[in-house]
């Protein structure tokens, strides 16, 4: 009917009822039906009237009538068609009033592909009439009865359909999108390579956009939208954008100054592309061209990638250095960036060369020594070598002694001194609070003992550092250096005494002291980089902004050796940024450049990046190209302006009428200064808008119409018109294709990154496999159908299922190709299991149906070709499924449930995995196909296979092997293949059992023991444990000894009760003398009888052994614990019959050892020992504790015993304190035996910071005191060892100022974290050994507090205030040791000479001496040459005088120092009256001159040092004159030796036929010689 208006019922029928659910089209003025209420509607066409043909798929031929569904005419008009009721009259176009054809046939042209002939009736979707003529009222979800097949709504025919396929072109449109995930396409759409082979190819540009070596990939997707949506048929591989050569170089000069020691030019560069980009390609090679006389490589290798900065590197030849005396030169130089062969780029390069310094050598004919610094300055840090060289002429030097004096807030010992000719003993004194000058204290003497001549001997080498605080730029006096001693192959020839030596640094001439320099570490420049150098602005489209951050590296200056340039410190310190020029290109925030809403033009931004270089702010420009498209740059175009309705289509709603859609592009136009302008794409990434969403609606890059009227569609403030017109255009057909999948996409392996568009494109093309070209060769190969119906203006509309999109197959490939999934998106097909061969261009029709009207009538169609050639099968597999293993060997065995096999591991039954392979193609499964048949070829009586090969035994007793085939009889590819295996059926048929020694030890198993006797003199019998094996009919064994089906008895319980099990397996334990059977039974009738014989007669101990891996160590055994802790001891008992208890002690329950083994303890007062469980007491000292055990002597059993050597060493408990090895003896250098004279000792301090179970404890204090025994050690050293976790105090130190006592406190403030159930070494005292003793000698600790922190931050004092350490205390032995070598070099004048330090020193005091106190404590005895006031006498005295000689503040001053140390400084200038202080030294030491210390002071403790010469006490000359007769006295010298001893006649026999001077006050006395008078002073 015709609408009435808007707004009223659509149309009447049937007396006038209305249909309210439909509605009025206005652009026809026709109804729309979209329902029925009041019943079946009338045939109605409801468009204009077709011309010439008869309306699609409603006209019958023959006798059959025909019903219309209701579906609309394809538009044309009949034209001499004429029905026999009421007949539309041709050009009329007047719609049929609901009459209907009462069986007479049209005698018009019948409907393309749906007229029915003969008796066949119409096919409709889901409504068919039954061939008879239809009434008025149509058949409602009825099917067709016909032979034709029937064609279901969205899904495939399930049997052939009748299809005629009529032709239709490929879609040549934008139907294949490719889409770029990262770069813009040039503006317009993709053009079509290839419309028959659905090939399409499109230009990318803007590439600089992305950053160099990004990745990126390109997609391809047929239909959909251009931006999203549509089937996606794959991605290409990532590929990368590509660098560009560098175009200009940045260069900082790094070497400002360049010395001939140091002689390499190093410069820093920054390279950038020709768009400012620092991620270039590496150039070939970089040269530095215009220093004369240069080696010019430098490695291309360290060039950043990022940032494209690198350093070159040049060996300047001497020859280009200015002589010496002269100035310093300036050169100017160029850095090169050369790519193969072309110079791309150049930087100018500015340096100065320092002038040549002069060789300095030892002076020909005087001795001495040379020592050669650095010729140039030195960074803070740095390590450098200083070497020595002694002049000796014909003298062979045998030994020597110096001192090397460095000034320690400049240069730092390196620990490495080395000789090739000399064996070294080396040591440091650090410099005294307050003082500058450390000491470096150097013995030599001749490798091989071999002395050495010459006028260059090389002494050493040692390595030093600059300190990192060394003050820079500063030239200091660091080193002086004076010889002790020169001493020749004769050791009394010292001919080089006390005598400054001679430097070579960066002047040129020989030096009395050594300068050093520490370099100025300043900034020389920066070099700077954006992490985006080009930024294309997508705000307007993408409201979002884009960021580049400017980096920078600042280079400081340093000096290089061809090995490498000394630490400079660059670095990205913190520097700041500023816009040097460029308008509205973005904002700068700190150093982050955004562009955003606020970019309005494009432009190239610099920055500079600053950093302040000690006052002088140095900078680096970093440029920022910024592309800009707005406003008039963009462009809207869209691929049609006027939308028109399609004939026939409704939208998904069956509520409007289905309209065209076109394809909107964004197209923007970039520019920025200098730089050409171009046009991209940029739809994708544009937000598209639609004025009037009722009219156009807009996603994706496509525009629909939804009604008639018009729409603005744009982004960016360009828009374009489209219209929505009420004109028509009709399907014509529809061109559909299978698509399996894509093929090649062709995109370089690299793009170009460049800014100029006409330079930076890349073509990329795809294409995807379909129609024909799918060849589908396997059953299940599947893919997607896309189909287009083309319209009658040239434009095509995309189909889905959900639009109305249907396939029906063709009768061949009914039984072929069949739909698996269906979604509103895409049909997916798949090849039929069992199919066929086929290749036809009209394999498939697709059919554009409207599924709004009834019956579906179909609005156009096409054909879709495909072949599919399936292979035949080239061979078969059948295996077990890995899911049920069961093989035993190469062969499956499985067994009866009811066997107890099954309970040995056996399967009651197994999955087969069967597999067919066809050529090339990957094996395919075939276990569950019901086309595979399983068949039993052999052992049918023992197994049955399921149709989905699971094999189970049948019930049954015997055993064998069955064979299976696979076969394939119903499928004809795989008919001729096929495939066997084998499957066992097995089942237990025996057991035997094996008793064995118990318990067990290593070889047990393989003894039988069927006796068993008396264990050593007790009255309890040995056991046997039990090993049970069942055998299978295969011959295989298992073992069951632990299994739960294991069962036992024994025919006399008196002697052996019924067996049990301990742990898992039976034991035998006998209780009586006598025999019994027992018997084990595995499931039911399997089992086996054995005679086990118990016996009155004992197996006696022959062998004990201990073990020693229970010790808390090994090596040595060592039970190292808290005192009073207990350890059960581990030992073996070896018995006659060969058998063992591995553990006697605590492995033998029902024969405790302690009734046939006793213990014993050679010291034990240190450990205890008693039924096997030893108790430590207290320390070993000398040798290890014997602990012994022994067999019980009865009955003419043979006497065994064995020793174990343990040590004993107590561990702290919790807050106490332990000295000394954890293992072994506490107080030894190798832990097993006591010290020799001579060694060292290691002495470790250790605080147990453990924790009790309810509160965490860490130390934050330790207080404590040593005592030592100082008759027979010295204090070497001590270092300090706090926990990582200490923060805050740090404060340790040991006070020695008593001898034999040591005070010593850690202050470590509170730990940053919880330090608990642990022991940690807060100190280390090294101790030599310079005497022996033949019983021993105790080292004592005594905390005075240790503060313990809660984890609640509680301190208190724990545990022993004031009281004695319970594992510290302890004793130690000094053997004799070999003594070293005497009286054959001098020895060192240092204090911490180790080679000294061996040949022993005074330890051993005068107690008749004053005691004036020593600096560092309280003294109770002084020795003879104690200068330093140490209570010892050794080379540090001498070094001490030495120091104080060469003016060093190392020592304090002279008048700060007591009288004892004053009168021990001269030796040769001894007073007999202690109290004559007016005589000594006042104010200075420098005065050369008697009472002043001097060098024959210096070198006379050197000779008492080296037993050479004596000390002579004139301190009370009553005693010493015996007798005074005239003018003549006779004087009782009292000479002591180096250790303060009275020197024996045999002791000091060397001082016969010498020289003795002695120097004495001759006040009130006077001299006569010959009978006149001398001065009374003389």
């Known amino acids: 009917g015709v609408c009435r208006g808007t707004g009223q019922p659509c149309c009447t029928w049937d007396g006038g009822n209305p249909d309210t659910t439909d509605s009025c089209d206005p652009d026809t003025g026709q109804c729309i039906f979209t329902g029925i209420t009041t019943g079946p509607k009338p045939t109605t066409s409801t468009g204009t009237t077709s011309t010439g043909t008869t309306s699609t798929g409603t006209t019958s031929t023959g006798t059959t009538g025909t019903t219309s569904t209701g579906t609309t005419s394809t538009g044309t008009t009949s034209t001499g068609t004429t029905s026999t009721g009421t007949t539309s009259t041709g050009s009329t176009g007047t719609t049929s009033t609901g009459s209907t054809s009462t069986g007479t046939t049209s005698t018009g042209t019948t409907s393309t592909g749906t007229t029915s002939t003969g008796t066949t009736g119409t096919t409709s979707t889901g409504t068919t009439s039954t061939g008879s003529t239809s009434t008025g009222s149509t058949s409602t979800g009825t099917t067709s009865t016909g032979s034709t097949g029937v064609v279901t709504t969205g899904g495939f025919a399930t049997t052939g359909g009748n299809v005629t396929c009529p032709s239709c072109a490929a879609v040549t449109g934008s139907g294949l999108s490719l889409r770029f995930s990262s770069a813009l396409a040039t503006a317009g759409f993709p053009a079509v390579q290839s419309p028959t082979a659905y090939a399409n190819s499109r230009t990318f540009q803007s590439f600089s956009a992305l950053t160099p070596v990004s990745t990126a990939t390109i997609s391809a997707s047929i239909g959909g939208n251009p931006c999203n949506g549509g089937l996606l048929l794959g991605s290409t591989p990532s590929f990368s954008t590509s660098t560009m050569q560098a175009a200009s170089v940045t260069a900082v000069v790094r070497t400002t100054m360049i010395y001939a020691d140091y002689p390499v030019l190093s410069v820093a560069f920054a390279l950038r592309d020709a768009d400012g980009r620092s991620r270039v390609t590496r150039p070939t090679s970089i040269t530095i061209t215009g220093i004369t006389n240069t080696v010019a490589s430098c490695n291309v290798a360290n060039i950043d990638a990022v940032t494209g900065i690198g350093f070159c590197d040049v060996t300047v030849a001497a020859g280009a250095f200015p002589a010496v005396g002269g100035s310093a030169s300036v050169v100017n130089a160029n850095l090169n960036v050369i790519y193969s062969g072309t110079t791309a780029a150049t930087a100018p390069v500015t340096a100065n060369l320092a002038p040549t310094v002069a060789t300095v050598t030892l002076t020909s004919g005087s001795y001495g020594m040379l020592i050669l610094l650095p010729k140039s300055p030195r960074m803070p840090s740095e390590t450098f070598t200083i070497s020595a060289f002694g002049y000796s002429g014909a ?120 300068l050093m320099t520490a370099w100025t570490a300043d900034i020389s420049g920066i070099l700077g980089y954006a992490t985006v150098a080009e930024i294309f602005n997508t705000y307007p489209f993408t409201s979002q902004s884009q960021q580049s951050t400017i980096g ?222 799918a060849q589908l060769t396997a059953e299940g190969a599947s893919g997607a159908i896309v189909a287009f119906a083309r319209l009658s203006d040239g434009t095509y509309y995309e189909l889905l299922p959900a639009n109305g999109l249907q396939i029906v197959p063709s009768a061949a490939f009914a039984t072929i190709i069949n739909a698996s999934t269906i979604s509103a998106s895409y049909y997916k097909f798949f090849v039929m299991e069992n199919a066929g061969n086929g290749d036809d261009d009209c394999a498939l029709e697709a059919r554009w149906v409207d599924k709004c009207t009834v019956g579906s009538p179909t609005l156009a169609s096409g054909p879709i070709p495909a072949v599919v050639s399936l292979p035949t099968a080239s061979s078969a597999s059948v295996t077990i499924s890995s899911s049920t293993p069961c093989n035993t060997g190469a062969i499956c065995s499985i067994t009866r449930s009811t066997d107890s096999a099954s309970n040995v591991g056996r399967r009651t039954s197994t999955q087969l995995l069967v597999t067919v392979t066809f050529p090339s193609q990957s094996p395919i499964t075939f276990t569950s196909d019901p086309r595979t048949l399983y068949t039993v070829v052999s052992g049918s009586d023992l197994i049955d296979v399921s149709s989905t090969g699971l094999v189970t035994p049948k019930a049954g007793t015997t055993f064998g092997a069955a064979v299976i085939r696979v076969t394939f009889p119903t499928y004809s590819r795989a008919a001729s293949v096929s495939a066997n295996i084998t499957v066992r059926v097995d089942g237990v048929t025996g057991i035997s059992w094996t008793p064995s020694p118990y318990p067990t030890y290593t070889g047990s198993t393989s003894v039988t023991k069927t006796t068993l006797s008396k264990i050593h003199c007790t009255t309890a019998y040995q056991r046997a444990v039990v090993a049970a094996n069942v055998t299978l009919s295969d011959g295989t064994t298992s073992d069951v000894s632990t299994n739960n089906l294991l069962n036992v008895s024994s025919d006399t319980t008196s002697v052996v009760p019924t067996p049990t099990k301990i742990g898992s397996t039976f034991v035998l334990q006998p209780t009586a003398a006598g025999t019994t059977n027992v018997v084990f039974t595995f499931g039911a009738g399997i089992s086996q009888s054995r005679t086990i014989t118990v016996s009155d007669t004992s197996a006696t101990v022959t062998a004990l052994t201990w073990a020693t891996s229970f010790w808390q160590s090994t090596s040595p055994v060592t039970f190292a614990a808290i005192k009073g802790s207990t350890k059960t001891v581990q030992l073996a008992a070896t018995f006659n019959d060969g058998t063992q208890f591995p553990e006697a002690v605590s492995g033998v329950s029902w024969a405790p050892s302690a009734s046939y083994l006793s213990f014993s303890s050679s010291e034990p007062d240190r450990i205890t020992i008693s039924a096997g469980v030893a108790t430590i007491l207290m320390s070993s000292y000398r040798v290890p504790v014997n602990l012994t055990v022994a067999a019980a002597s009865c009955s003419a059993s043979p006497a065994v015993s064995s020793v174990s050597q343990v040590y004993a060493n107590l561990e702290p408990g919790l807050g106490d304190i332990d000295l000394g090895n954890q293992y072994g003896l506490p107080f030894s250098p190798d832990s097993r035996v006591p010290a020799n004279v001579g060694q060292l000792i290691t002495v470790p301090i250790r605080v147990n910071l453990g924790a009790n179970p309810n509160m965490n404890l860490y130390m934050t204090f330790t207080s404590f005191k040593l005592t030592y025994p100082s008759a027979y050690v010295k204090v070497q050293s001590i270092a300090y060892n706090l926990p990582a976790q200490y923060t805050g105090g740090n404060e340790n130190w040991c006070n020695n100022g008593t001898v034999g006592q040591m005070s010593c406190s850690a202050s470590a403030g509170f730990a940053t974290s919880l330090l608990t159930n642990e022991v940690r070494t807060v100190a280390t005292v090294t101790f030599y050994v310079y005497s022996s003793v033949a019983g021993a000698e105790s080292f004592v600790v005594a905390p005075y507090s240790t503060g313990l922190g809660a984890a609640s931050d509680a301190i208190g004092q724990y545990p022993l205030n004031g009281g004695s350490a319970v594992a510290g205390p302890g004793l130690a032995s000094f053997n004799n040791g070999v003594p070293g070598p005497q009286n054959k070099r001098t020895v060192s004048a240092d204090a911490e000479l180790h080679a000294m330090e061996r040949r022993g020193v005074c330890d051993v005091c005068l107690e008749a001496m004053s005691t004036p106190s020593c600096p560092t404590g309280s003294c109770t005895a002084q020795c003879y ?154």
Not at 410 to 427: C, K, Q
Not at 669 to 690: E, K, M, N, R
Not at 736 to 743: F, N
Not at 1456 to 1469: D, G, H, K
């Open 552 to 773: 920078g590296r600042i280079i400081k200056r340093s000096i290089c050796t061809s090995s490498g340039c000394a630490t400079s410190g660059d670095g990205t310190a913190p520097f700041s940024c500023a816009v040097a020029n460029g308008v509205g290109g973005g904002s700068l925030s700190g150093c982050v450049f955004t562009v955003g809403s606020a970019t309005s033009v494009g432009v190239t931004m610099n920055f500079v990046a600053n950093a302040d270089a000690g006052g002088t702010i140095q900078s680096a420009y970093v440029p920022i190209r910024v592309w800009d498209a707005r406003n008039s740059a963009i462009a809207v175009t869209a691929g049609s302006t006027t939308l028109n309705k399609i004939a026939g289509a409704q939208n998904s709603g069956c509520t409007a009428p289905l309209y065209q859609t076109t394809p909107v592009q964004v197209a923007a136009t970039y520019t920025t200064p200098g730089q050409s302008a171009f046009t991209v794409d940029v739809t994708c990434i544009a937000t598209l808008a639609s004025s009037d969403t009722a009219k156009v609606t807009v996603a994706g890059g496509r525009a629909t119409g939804v009604a008639v009227g018009s729409a603005q569609v744009g982004a960016g403030g360009s828009l374009v018109n489209i219209t929505v017109s009420s004109s028509v255009v009709t399907p014509t057909c529809v061109s559909a294709t299978l698509v399996h999948g894509p093929t090649g996409t062709f995109v370089p392996a690299t793009v170009p990154s460049q800014a100029q568009s006409t330079t930076s494109s890349a073509m990329i093309s795809a294409s995807y496999v379909k129609g024909k070209e």
């Open 395 to 514: 003298k062979k030097l045998a030994n020597f002694q110096i001192l090397i004096y460095f000034n320690a807030s400049v240069v730092a010992d390196d620990n490495s001194i080395t000789s090739s000719l000399y064996t070294l003993d080396t040591s440091v004194t650090q410099p005294k609070p307050g003082q500058p000058m450390a000491v470096l204290s150097v013995i030599g003497s001749p490798k091989n003992s071999v002395p050495i001549s010459g006028d260059n001997i090389s002494l050493l080498s040692a390595r030093f550092k600059v300190v990192a605080g060394a003050t820079a730029g500063v030239t200091a006096s660091a080193f002086t250096s004076t010889i002790i001693s020169f001493t020749s192959d004769d050791a009394s020839d010292n001919f080089v005494q006390v005598q400054p030596a001679s430097f070579a640094d960066s002047r040129d001439t020989k030096q009395s002291s050594g």
């Open 1425 to 1578: 040459g104690d200068v330093d006031a140490n209570c010892a006498f050794n080379g540090a005295d001498v070094s001490y005088i030495k120091t104080a000689l060469l003016n060093l503040p190392v020592v304090p001053a002279y008048a700060s120092i007591n009288l004892w140390q004053r009168q021990q400084m001269t030796p040769l200038f001894f007073f007999y009256d202690r109290t004559f202080t007016t005589q000594l030294c006042t104010n200075t030491f420098v005065d050369a001159s008697t009472p002043c210390p001097t060098n024959n002071d210096a070198i006379q403790l050197t000779y008492i040092l080296n037993s050479l010469s004596l000390f002579l006490d004139l301190r009370n000359p009553a005693a010493l004159v015996s007798s005074s007769v005239g003018n003549t006295f006779t004087l009782n010298a009292p000479f002591y030796d180096r250790n303060g001893a009275a020197c024996s006649v045999s002791d000091c026999a060397f001082i016969s036929n010498r020289t003795v001077r002695f120097e004495f006050n001759a006040t009130g006395l006077s001299f006569s010689t010959a009978g006149s008078s001398a001065s009374p002073n003389a």
